[in-house]
């Protein structure tokens, strides 16, 4: 339920890695432009089902939050769209466009029309702190939107910390994501050994005390938590170079680590609540039939991907996991 | 105190870096195979001197510490030395050969034997933790040095956390190197925005708050406490990559951005024993004399520094100083 699919070259290399193994996936409008007219909306809707190149995969897009969206466009662009995406002001990738001030009276016109439609909210939650309290620090803004829309859903999207885990518990109309890289690594996997530019993201991968608590409520299947990869595929030069980007690319190798994850705690039986359940009920979705077999034989890892001339390297790259798919 | 400058051509490209602002430097002996005998120090010395194309600048090298170096070796070795440097084993860059445990009782002879001689002990102090409690972790294990050979000189090699100065202070025999670095940047820095790979080092730049008291640390030219750069150069092709090294290069700016540094907080005064008076009381050195004038006048970092195949990114690259060398 966190997706980035880009556009052009990119899109048309990492979107069939997603739509291969997967039914549907709620993708984000950080584009640039981002996505925030109808006509936008669909002409990327439609470049995404080109770009999958088979009919089994649902693209439940998005639109970028701005505080002039009116009642108006959102009724008459509420069928076309899954939930609103809200980017605080520059805290990621092309988000220069994001809002500038949190202020719960900012806010109110468009949130107030997205509670009254049903539309619900995702948000990247971050403040410009320093970075390992970055998500900490935002926590009073997710509990003044609770609050304050108490009818909204809002979606704490990739939670990395877990402080964000009580405040996810306390108020009915906050849930989260929680993607496989924080399931995974620690801030040690990325500057811990060689510095590895590959599990570089935002909101970046914290300590081994905050993938505890989350690898906890995901095995758990909380019933508010749901699976968002945000698997976020950058130019590989764009990532090994002086001033690399932030985003983890994790499509094509989610499911088969999520099994692994889930079978070495024995909590198989969750799995799919977590990756899909939850969110069919979270959404009120009613998912395409799809069919993938998972098979317990070893799956190598590519150190890249290629279409013309994008390149991208998934994270553990090169490495053994033990499920492939069939 | 605190010095990497490789061998054969990267050699040749660093060496001249800190021998024209420089009039001595403390070389650490971790190349591959390590320095761990006469002959090889002798001839790195020799090859470091050729390197340096010039004569009013002192190599003080060092050995790599090993549990079975004989008193003899040592005493032999003595007036060649300036101190003996421990790496516990696979903490940082070419450390493989070193220490696998910090047992007081399996380094009590070689200890000993340096005790007696008066050779000072250089340690880098991280356990294999995770990573922003490394240093932290280590500090029982200088407390246990610090008090079983308490005639032995313990330089505690670029400190980054705060927690080291509380230590520092407590035991005599104590004393310690700050970088450049670590005064001026924070973990935000490295993967705070951009990820920024010629900022990754071991010890990793930590929180704020270490930043400030290393800085209150040094701005007060603390008796115990001397400029130690750990310029640490890689190639760039090494650094932008998959699995980056660690190490930041900063030979050619340091003297500017410490000049900068101390000027901002009116504390030029303190300049002249932070980077040179403490070391040659500590180590009881009587450098060569050597004039080199800095100006106020703007100074463009390089983007890089090359020698043949060899290009290294130094630290601030593009960014302007505002002091010069003439």
Same mark, same amino acid.
């Given at each position: 339920?966190?997706?980035?699919?880009?556009?052009?070259?990119?899109?048309?290399?990492?979107?069939?890695?997603?739509?291969?193994?997967?039914?549907?996936?709620?993708?984000?409008?950080?584009?640039?432009?981002?996505?925030?007219?109808?006509?936008?909306?669909?002409?990327?809707?439609?470049?995404?089902?080109?770009?999958?190149?088979?009919?089994?995969?649902?693209?439940?897009?998005?639109?970028?939050?701005?505080?002039?969206?009116?009642?108006?466009?959102?009724?008459?662009?509420?069928?076309?769209?899954?939930?609103?995406?809200?980017?605080?002001?520059?805290?990621?990738?092309?988000?220069?466009?994001?809002?500038?001030?949190?202020?719960?009276?900012?806010?109110?016109?468009?949130?107030?029309?997205?509670?009254?439609?049903?539309?619900?909210?995702?948000?990247?939650?971050?403040?410009?702190?320093?970075?390992?309290?970055?998500?900490?620090?935002?926590?009073?803004?997710?509990?003044?939107?609770?609050?304050?829309?108490?009818?909204?859903?809002?979606?704490?999207?990739?939670?990395?910390?877990?402080?964000?885990?009580?405040?996810?518990? %306390?108020? @009915? &109309? +906050?849930? =989260?994501? !929680?993607?496989?890289?924080?399931?995974?690594?620690?801030?040690?996997?990325?500057?811990?050994?060689?510095?590895?530019?590959?599990?570089?993201?935002?909101?970046?991968?914290?300590?081994?005390?905050?993938?505890?608590?989350?690898?906890?409520?995901?095995?758990?299947?909380?019933?508010?938590?749901?699976?968002?990869?945000?698997?976020?595929?950058?130019?590989?030069?764009?990532?090994?170079?002086?001033?690399?980007?932030?985003?983890?690319?994790?499509?094509?190798?989610?499911?088969?680590?999520?099994?692994?994850?889930?079978?070495?705690?024995? %909590?198989? @039986? &969750? +799995?799919? =609540?977590? !990756?899909?359940?939850?969110?069919?009920?979270?959404?009120?979705?009613?998912?395409?039939?799809?069919?993938?077999?998972?098979?317990?034989?070893?799956?190598?890892?590519?150190?890249?991907?290629?279409?013309?001339?994008?390149?991208?390297?998934?994270?553990?790259?090169?490495?053994?996991?033990?499920?492939?798919?069939?």
């Amino acid at each position: 339920m966190h997706l980035h699919l880009r556009d052009d070259d990119m899109l048309k290399l990492v979107a069939p890695k997603t739509s291969n193994t997967f039914a549907g996936a709620l993708i984000m409008p950080n584009l640039l432009p981002p996505i925030t007219t109808k006509e936008a909306l669909l002409a990327y809707k439609k470049r995404i089902q080109e770009a999958c190149k088979n009919d089994e995969f649902e693209p439940h897009v998005t639109i970028f939050f701005q505080v002039d969206y009116s009642y108006e466009f959102l009724k008459e662009i509420k069928d076309e769209i899954i939930a609103v995406k809200l980017y605080p002001f520059g805290v990621t990738t092309n988000s220069e466009t994001g809002v500038s001030s949190m202020d719960v009276e900012v806010l109110r016109p468009t949130l107030e029309s997205m509670e009254k439609l049903g539309i619900p909210l995702c948000v990247h939650g971050e403040t410009k702190g320093f970075m390992m309290d970055r998500e900490k620090e935002f926590l009073p803004i997710y509990e003044s939107l609770a609050i304050n829309f108490p009818d909204l859903k809002i979606m704490m999207e990739h939670i990395s910390s877990k402080e964000s885990i009580d405040l996810l518990k %306390k108020y @009915d &109309n +906050l849930y =989260a994501t !929680i993607t496989v890289h924080h399931l995974m690594l620690t801030l040690d996997d990325v500057v811990g050994g060689m510095l590895n530019p590959h599990a570089f993201c935002k909101p970046i991968v914290k300590k081994p005390e905050d993938r505890k608590a989350l690898l906890q409520l995901a095995l758990s299947a909380h019933p508010k938590v749901m699976f968002g990869s945000d698997s976020a595929p950058h130019q590989k030069n764009t990532k090994e170079c002086h001033h690399g980007a932030a985003g983890v690319f994790t499509s094509p190798i989610a499911l088969q680590v999520l099994t692994q994850l889930f079978e070495e705690h024995g %909590k198989l @039986d &969750n +799995l799919n =609540a977590f !990756i899909s359940l939850n969110a069919q009920r979270i959404y009120n979705l009613n998912p395409i039939k799809k069919e993938i077999r998972l098979i317990k034989k070893d799956f190598i890892v590519p150190e890249v991907y290629s279409y013309k001339s994008e390149q991208v390297v998934p994270l553990f790259a090169g490495q053994k996991l033990v499920w492939s798919i069939s």
